[in-house]
């Protein structure tokens, strides 16, 4: 079974500055894909980024990059220059791949960024 | 097309009491998902369909939750008899294929 971790509920974070997010998971499979996803207060999940796991080149999205490191099962999200409108639930989702996508997501991280 | 809509945004209801909730996904997406979201917790995956087939169902799903698309476009949760434990958000998300899968805003559900 595959699990992913995000041990932090709520992180904050200045306006312009930079903040990342952590995520770790578990897996016995060599091919999957992990996202990065964004819920807003009261507004519905969208994609931030996603990573190949084959791709050894990290996935950058403008101001939002990830840090995949495959051996260590780790797949954090860095948000550089942070905006107001980035505060949200922001949770790590993991996909095997094969002919079915099911997510398997994390707990979810509260970011909330500071004027 | 304006994204995945799913009706209603938000329903109360009675324990032992029926209720019914649909999405519409994205008209040309194949794909089409049922996940249950608690307070707190991530998204978990209840069901999912590849047009009109109902492909897998998760072990959360238990008898009293049904899930049909009948002509491969909408789809309907039905949960029978509910109780409290199935206050939760109900999210609808469909993809094309192997695409990315595109969330509806939800409908929560509160049973008293």
């Known amino acids: 079974a595959q699990t992913v971790t995000q041990s932090q509920p709520e992180m904050s974070v200045q306006e312009a500055e930079t903040v990342t997010l952590s995520c770790t998971y578990d897996?016995?499979?060599?091919?999957?894909?992990l996202f990065w996803y964004k819920q807003p207060p009261s507004r519905q999940m969208i994609l931030v980024i996603r990573q190949e796991a084959y791709k050894q080149q990290n996935a950058t999205e403008n101001r939002f990059s990830v840090n995949f490191q495959k051996a260590a099962k780790s797949f954090s999200l860095k948000i550089s220059d942070s905006q107001l409108g980035d505060t949200a639930m922001y949770f790590c989702?993991?996909?095997?791949?094969?002919?079915?996508?099911?997510?398997?997501f994390g707990s979810g991280t509260k970011l909330n960024v500071k004027p | 097309d304006t994204g995945v809509s799913q009706d209603p945004r938000h329903k109360i209801t009675k324990r032992g009491q029926n209720v019914t909730f649909r999405c519409d996904p994205i008209s040309e997406h194949n794909r089409l998902y049922w996940y249950r979201q608690t307070l707190g917790q991530g998204p978990e995956f209840l069901t999912y369909?590849?047009?009109?087939?109902?492909?897998?169902k998760s072990r959360l799903l238990s008898d009293r939750f049904s899930a049909e698309r009948p002509k491969g476009s909408f789809s309907t949760l039905e949960i029978q008899r509910t109780e409290q434990g199935d206050s939760a958000m109900y999210l609808c998300?469909?993809?094309?294929?192997?695409?990315?899968?595109?969330f509806g805003p939800g409908t929560r559900l509160t049973v008293l």
């Open positions: 897996t016995s499979e060599n091919n999957y894909y």
């Open positions: 989702a993991f996909m095997k791949q094969g002919n079915f996508n099911k997510f398997y």
């Open positions: 369909f590849q047009n009109e087939a109902q492909l897998e």
């Open positions: 998300a469909s993809s094309f294929e192997w695409a990315e899968q595109f």
